[in-house]
Nanobody, 128 residues
Framework: VQLQASGGGLVQAGESLRLSCTGSGFTFSRSSMSWFRQAPGKERKFVAAISWGGATTLYADSVEGRFTISKDDAKNTVYLQMNSLNAEDTGVYYC??????????????????????WGQGTLVTVSS
């Protein structure tokens, strides 16, 4: 299993970025995907997730309405469109993979322990 995240960079507050995470070695269409981020000196925290069938998306309160997660099974890629970025969005963004076609109740998609594989991370820096 390999996951490659890309799309990070340095932007000004209020601008947008789109992150991508492309995978191989597993069945993408049966995989739930997530994005977590880790700010300097802090623990990795949930940002967004999408269920394996694509019907369910989940967001952290801090990004709800600004970020959109989507997946393209034909391209084996999950995206995170990030709009209206602010300094608090700064951090290394990691994509997580659960390849088991599991259905989670409640906010189970935001549980870090459900994701078995991780990409290498891509750095997002937002200057204010």
């Amino acid at each position: 299993v390999q996951l490659q995240a890309s799309g990070g960079g340095l932007v000004q507050a209020g601008e947008s970025l789109r992150l991508s995470c492309t995978g191989s070695g597993f069945t993408f269409s049966r995989s739930s995907m997530s994005w977590f981020r880790q700010a300097p000196g802090k623990e990795r925290k949930f940002v967004a997730a999408i269920s394996w069938g694509g019907a369910t998306t989940l967001y952290a309160d801090s990004v709800e309405g600004r970020f959109t997660i989507s997946k393209d099974d034909a391209k084996n890629t999950v995206y995170l469109q990030m709009n209206s970025l602010n300094a608090e969005d700064t951090g290394v963004y990691y994509c997580g993979l659960d390849p088991r076609a599991r259905t989670y109740s409640g906010r189970g998609l935001q549980n870090r322990g459900n994701y078995l594989y991780w990409g290498q991370g891509t750095l997002v820096t937002v200057s204010s």
